[in-house]
């Protein structure tokens, strides 16, 4: 069953991304996109966005004024900034136990879709063969191995079939992930050398015009 193998072999795909990203970057970026869309919450956290960065204007303005040189100045900002501090902890409050919310039933969703429908999975097709082992290829515990734990024997089960599939997208995440980190190190170390030389040469050439002088 092809469609099956690319099924279990997507789905250990996912499993992995998702454990490589890690479950509170991908709840915030589809509570980002869930705000792009006409929401009952998008003018909530456009509200709430206003504020805080009225709030970090008014802080900066605070900072920028003396306190003691133009102190009406200095305490009128301090009210501005008090109020729209606790008008943006009132929004952001209220956007946070919805927010809360969205992060669980998403975290519960997320579940159902990879790690959910695998165990579904392994349940449903665990009688199932995968594909079939030639006949006297491997020993007879090793065809007992491959068939486990309900597969007819001398085939190859969902559940092993998805631990070789899990093991080969580890690898290769892995190797994917060392590779970026050479090439990425390769790049600071030749920035790092075109620096060294920029600053040698600009050496010498200070050295030849105190020479000249």
Known sequence: MPSLLLTVFILQVLIHL???IGASAINDLLWTLY??????TRDSVRESNILR???LRLKKEMAATSSQDEFAKWAKLRRQHDKAVAQYDEKANSLKSFQTSFAQATTVLRWLATNGLRFFLQFWFARRPMFWIPR????GYVEFLMAFPRAPRGSVSIQIWGIACATVVQMVGAAVAAGWILVTERKRAGGTKMGMRADSRAAEEEKKKKKEL
Do not use: Y
């Open 35 to 40: 705000n792009k869309l006409p929401t009952s």
């Open 136 to 139: 006297g290829w491997v020993p």
């Open 18 to 20: 998702v454990n490589t």
């Open 53 to 55: 960065a009225n709030v």
